[in-house]
């Protein structure tokens, strides 16, 4: 082509100087510098990514004419060729076209490979989208390859937002596995993550369909999210069946049964797929021994941990100025512990205000003060009660107490809890809480072992295993009193707190009470309801033993000072009498026939029952 600078040129008429008509562009065709090219959330409709360029600039060629002669576009020009060869004489010259290039092996592959890639940089263009709108924390989660990573953080720090984005990063990169996410209830965790999950897809236009009657995002690829709660066996149940790639738990550190959940659910759901991973995010315990607190203190290369607190979140305006805040508005101190664990997210630091049981050294139990007790007393005043929990997804409890109709002083002097155990060994643990008795250096000594009742949880399914105890083994199982448990509770802690309660600070009641404290509201104020993040299961069977001896001794609040009233021993035998009546009339199953060995222990330790 000739350099038009050479060319003698005619006159330029006024004319061509006029300034010349611009055509609007087609909808869709690629335009240099649109800013809607680089908006941070893609507009309705477009193709995301590195695929919505090259769509954009083909459809630009396709649209554009085919020369500066020929206004028409050049799709339409094409359409007519293709059109002339089909019906004209140049079929052969179509079945050529459509050999060498659409039917070619190599041509093919080709073009599935460049798919492939296409698909390839999409992916890694959208998850470039997602780290970049994360903090340096926050990415580093993200990039862990590690199969268990825990998050403990403080409050306002981003971690939801963090599980949010792995949860998306991971269903857009993998076309099989689903994900879940695990929260207390499924309210909490609709509340908590189901718009950041939706909101993220929509900013990434990444198509899918949420039901929310199904608590499903399901994804164009077939990868499903699922948005579950954990709060009680039945809920942990419904989640198994599953393949996860991915699960996520939130809040941990209020998570009942976070061991049963991890080891026997969710792990063995992840063996299916290379690379799984579980994912926990919390905020510190307020109480000591928790199996999150074991997570995070176990040494273990598989196994990636992280804390920050919020002054890493540089999405909060003023982020290091809302701790100074937070500390100003609440009366807080930097050794606050309230401060340290909820806000700093520091481990180890506990909830002491809010327990509800607070044991000391005049709370333990002293083999020899117990023996000098004992001798104080008059045989006939001394009585054992005891009490059983039974249960369905957390431990069955049984415990003795020994005390006094005429003394305040009370000993636990036998206890177990043990779960998943079946009814024969419950059976053999309370053997092993009457032969302790029986065999003990001075309390063998003691009468009324035999009238001793069984102060059983007979609510629920309770009740059948309760009428097998006592018909087909024997065992003297009362119903138990049950009525307004806050009032006892505080009763038991007024016990606790005088030392009238005595027990064995190694035990695994003191471990209860280590374990067992107050709720607390939004503005972290201490309720008069128990937390119930954790289940005491020894405590229901010291109540159950407790409650009829308060009822004889018409024990109140504030009486610790007070002597008790005298009440004839027969009192409590005969209302277990009546308990006993009663129960047996309600009985929903027949006694069943019992191993000859087993019935001769029975026997022989029960011979006076049918005086009863």
Known sequence: MEDISSQ???PIESDTLKKPVT???????????DPRINRTIPGPGRTAGYSHFLATLTASLLDGPVSDTDPRPFVQVATDKWKEMVIGKERAAMN???NAVLLNENKINGLDGTLTNQKKNDIKFLNYQLHSRSFDQQQEV???????AIMVCGRRSGKT???ATKIVQTAISHDKGDIIYIGKTYTSAYEIIWTRITDLLKEINMPFTAILSEQTITLASGVNIYVRGAHTIPDIDKLRGHSYRLCVIDEIQSIRHLRILINEILLPAMADYTGSQLFLSGTPPRIKGSYMEEIWQKENKHIAKYHWDLTSNLFIPDNEKVLQRVMEENNYTKESPIFQREWLGLMGVYDTDALVFQPTIKNALDEINLKKWVEKQNPSDLYF??????????????????GSYKRPEKFIVFEHKKNKQDISQLVEAIHAGYHHIKTHAFLKLIPGLEHMKIWTDAGGGGKKIAVELRQQYKLPCIDAIKTDKPLAIQLLAEEIKTGRLMFSLEGQWADECQKIIYERDDNDNLLRDIDDSFHPDLLDAILY?????????????????KPLTETPKEAIAQWGA????QATQQAVIKALNQPKKERDFLDKMFDEKEEE
């Open 8 to 10: 003698n040129q005619k």
């Open 23 to 33: 055509k609007p562009k087609k909808k869709g065709a690629f335009v240099k510098g």
């Open 96 to 98: 050529a076209f459509v």
């Open 142 to 148: 993200l990039f862990t390859k590690k199969p268990t």
């Open 161 to 163: 937002e963090t599980l």
């Open 385 to 402: 009660s005891a009490g059983l929990d039974l249960g369905y997804s957390d431990s069955d409890a049984f415990v003795i107490l020994l």
């Open 545 to 561: 033993a407790l409650r009829p001896i308060w009822r004889i001794t018409q024990t109140k609040i504030g009486d610790e000072n």
């Open 578 to 581: 009546l308990q006993q009546q």
